[in-house]
Nanobody, 121 residues
Framework: QVQLVESGGGLVQAGGSLRLSCVAS????????MGWFRQAPGKEREFVATIGSRGGYKYYADSVKGRFTISRDNAKNSVYLQMNSLTPDDTAVYYCNGVILGNYIPKYGSWGQGTQVTVSP
């Protein structure tokens, strides 16, 4: 199974910023589109953002478009999420995964531990 390790979460005030990181192993990382998902308490896990295998394609959920930026470094098997203008609605555990671009669903069967993002009013 692929191994995914997310980091960079924390507690910030509304309007603040965070940069999340994800390191993947056990897969041919450079061949896969990658992305971020999040799950808030009592909610289903939802798609946040994706980036193509070469970094030339990016797509964001409407809720984060214009505020979040996804990037990747294939040499480091890493994907990042720069999160700006955070609001309490962004509070969730954030996970990375491979992404099936046709419908923006997770590709890998296993998830990492995720990283908690908490945005206070």
């Amino acid at each position: 199974q692929v191994q995914l390790v997310e980091s960079g979460g924390g507690l910030v005030q509304a309007g603040g910023s965070l940069r999340l990181s994800c390191v993947a192993s056990g897969r041919t990382f450079s061949e896969d589109a990658m992305g971020w998902f999040r799950q808030a308490p009592g909610k289903e896990r939802e798609f946040v953002a994706t980036i193509g295998s070469r970094g030339g394609y990016k797509y964001y959920a409407d809720s984060v478009k214009g505020r979040f930026t996804i990037s990747r470094d294939n040499a480091k098997n890493s994907v990042y999420l720069q999160m700006n203008s955070l609001t309490p609605d962004d509070t969730a555990v954030y996970y990375c995964n491979g992404v099936i671009l046709g419908n923006y669903i997770p590709k890998y069967g296993s998830w990492g531990q995720g990283t908690q993002v908490t945005v206070s009013p």
